[in-house]
């Protein structure tokens, strides 16, 4: 599967906001969108022109995209199922995306980021109710148990990232046991607990053309 490979301080950049793309260094001063709030390119720091409707609802789009590490195939697709469940549809969406295995193994602190995350998943490192479970789109469900194989507990990137999550601690919806690396999932994703500039609505308008 094809998958982005370029700096991602870019990617913050370029939606001019930050995406929590590199873990802890995103709440230090070394975030280079603190730096350079300008987006990337030649003419990044030059005259922009105001964008257009259709402008505003792609660059909300591709920053959701970004922030969960997605391509558009695979976004389109989970557009479609949040379309057909009741309830407002962009608010699904978000939904959909948080329940992401690779993002509940991001929210638990077992990984720095959602990308780290993912790369945990897809080398075998995550348990699902105790079985290897690989493929980082797994949508997990009440009850859910996720957690860290014993074999993976000691790793470096695993440590450290646990250590955060005791300081800042874990989403509403998600249980944590610190001493077991063991997570389960309590309840929904709430849309108040997003705390991120996520504007939903432009993607609904947009897929909506």
Request: aromatic share 8%; charged share 35%; proline share 3%.
């Amino acid at each position: 599967m094809a998958r982005y490979i370029g700096a991602v301080c870019r990617q913050c950049r370029r939606e001019g906001t930050k995406l929590f793309l590199k873990g802890d260094r995103c709440f230090t001063d070394k975030c280079a969108i603190d730096k350079r709030s300008y987006p990337p390119g030649q003419h990044g720091s030059g005259f922009r022109q105001k964008m257009s409707e259709f402008g505003t609802q792609l660059r909300e789009k591709q920053k959701v995209k970004r922030m969960y590490g997605m391509l558009e195939k695979q976004f389109r697709r989970l557009f479609g199922e949040a379309d057909r469940r009741k309830g407002m549809t962009g608010e699904n969406l978000l939904i959909l995306l948080e329940k992401r295995l690779d993002n509940v193994v991001y929210r638990l602190g077992f990984a720095a980021s959602r990308n780290e995350a993912r790369q945990m998943v897809r080398h075998g490192h995550i348990q699902l109710n105790g079985r290897k479970a690989d493929i980082p789109s797994i949508q997990v469900r009440l009850n859910d148990q996720v957690g860290v194989r014993e074999k993976s507990r000691k790793h470096p990137q695993v440590v450290s990232a646990m250590e955060a999550a005791r300081r800042k601690g874990s989403s509403s919806w998600l249980e944590l046991d610190t001493k077991n690396f063991l997570g389960k999932v309590v309840g929904e994703p709430k849309r108040e607990e997003l705390t991120l500039p996520i504007q939903e609505q432009f993607i609904v308008e947009l897929y909506s053309r």
